[in-house]
């Protein structure tokens, strides 16, 4: 008699089971929701955004380079042969190419997820290394018009920096008068705010040399 209860009680808890399983496997599955963000968490991410827009923009790089040998070329901003003058406009102008240039270059991830760096051209990407890449794929990062815009936009930053740089002031204007410095003050100035309200304006998708790909 022990063992047919047991048997019996068994059965009772699959087929009380088997009646379960259907209503847990039915059950709606709520999707937790995103909290709401507050005013000032999306001011906050607004801005972060800007400012990552403007770092890939602005001519960072090589403005840091210019700083390091700015003094050396100028010799602090004396310039007394012409050889340093000449060497002073060399630096400028391949600081500006510098910049002109790395505003065309961009950067993807390969089948290996290893990034590639290349630069934009009108038919597509050029990659540095030789890569070989799918016609459809390079498509996607071929020149346009707002690349010339972002590259004119960088030279003018460098320009507004070089500007401010006292050693370059002294080497080719070493007596300005004092509308000159009043220019020499305020132009800079308004050509920085300028192409920063510009550059957010226009924010470039292109992911150059220095500015690494995320993981997704």
């Not at 190419?97 to 961009?106: I, M, V």
């Not at 008068?177 to 100035?189: E, F, G, N, Q, T």
Request: proline share 6%.
């Amino acid at each position: 008699m022990a063992a047919i209860a047991n048997t019996q009680n068994q059965e009772t808890r699959v087929a009380v089971g088997e009646q379960l399983q259907p209503l847990l496997e039915n059950a709606p599955t709520t999707s937790p929701t995103a909290p709401s963000k507050t005013p000032a968490q999306k001011a906050i991410r607004k801005t972060f955004k800007i400012s990552a827009h403007l770092a890939n923009l602005l001519p960072t790089g090589t403005v840091l380079a210019f700083q390091i040998l700015s003094p050396v070329f100028t010799h602090q901003g004396q310039c007394h042969t012409t050889t340093s003058k000449f060497m002073s406009l060399c630096l400028l102008g391949v600081c500006c190419f510098s910049c002109f240039l790395l505003c065309f270059s961009d950067s993807f991830r390969d089948g290996k997820g290893k990034v590639r760096h290349g630069l934009a051209t009108f038919r597509g990407l050029w990659v540095i290394d030789g890569l070989p890449v799918d016609a459809e794929e390079a498509a996607k990062y071929r020149l346009r018009l707002v690349d010339f815009f972002h590259a004119f936009m960088s030279v003018q930053v460098f320009a507004a920096v070089a500007l401010f740089d006292q050693n370059v002031v002294k080497c080719f204007y070493p007596t300005p008068s004092d509308k000159a410095k009043d220019l020499l003050v305020a132009l800079p100035i308004g050509i920085g705010v300028a192409c920063s309200l510009l550059f957010v304006a226009f924010p470039s998708k292109r992911h150059g040399i220095g500015f690494p790909l995320t993981r997704h």
